[in-house]
């Protein structure tokens, strides 16, 4: 496995390997394992340069037989419980999470142009959001915040 750089995780590991390694500590503090198919999973994560669908997941691993769609989505869904992940709604995708090392709440910037998904740090946004939520008696499970626009390559 190339080692390659991971500079569009934001302030996440800078390279494959370290990573991994991470993943794996973050795994079992927080009471998991980091199995072979959830490595290879959040690797494909990790090397994605836009978000990824399940089943195109699914067509990577299609040799591995242990692999079919209620696996690959439990295997989702404990990296989005692990903080290793993050599913992008609209897009029915996912991404690795850039800063799976501290809690946040994070805001997508989905690309049009090439399709690629940034996250931002939006702890301010969320906070007024769950005050304005309560503020009319609502009970807020979860939010997820996309922005739809041009990336800087894109915009140019």
């Known amino acids: 496995m190339k080692d390659r750089s991971l500079s569009h995780l934001g302030c996440g590991p800078a390279q494959l390997a370290e990573a991994l390694r991470e993943a794996e500590d973050l795994c079992r503090k927080r009471g998991g394992a980091l199995t072979p198919l959830r490595k290879m999973v959040l690797t494909f994560l990790l090397e994605a340069d836009r978000p990824i669908k399940a089943y195109d997941m699914l067509q990577k691993l299609r040799d591995d037989r242990s692999a079919n769609p209620p696996t690959i989505y439990r295997t989702l869904e404990f990296l989005i419980e692990?903080?290793?992940?993050?599913?992008?709604?609209?897009?029915?995708?996912?991404?690795?999470?850039?800063?799976?090392d501290h809690g946040h709440a994070a805001v997508f910037l989905l690309c049009d142009g090439c399709g690629s998904a940034g996250e931002l740090h939006a702890g301010e946004t969320h906070k007024k959001l769950a005050h304005d939520v309560s503020g009319v008696s609502f009970k807020?499970?979860?939010?997820?915040?996309?922005?739809?626009?041009?990336?800087?390559?894109?915009?140019?």
């Open 82 to 100: 692990t903080g290793l992940a993050h599913r992008i709604e609209s897009l029915n995708a996912y991404v690795a999470c850039g800063h799976w």
């Open 140 to 156: 807020m499970r979860s939010a997820v915040i996309e922005v739809r626009g041009l990336c800087q390559a894109c915009a140019a």
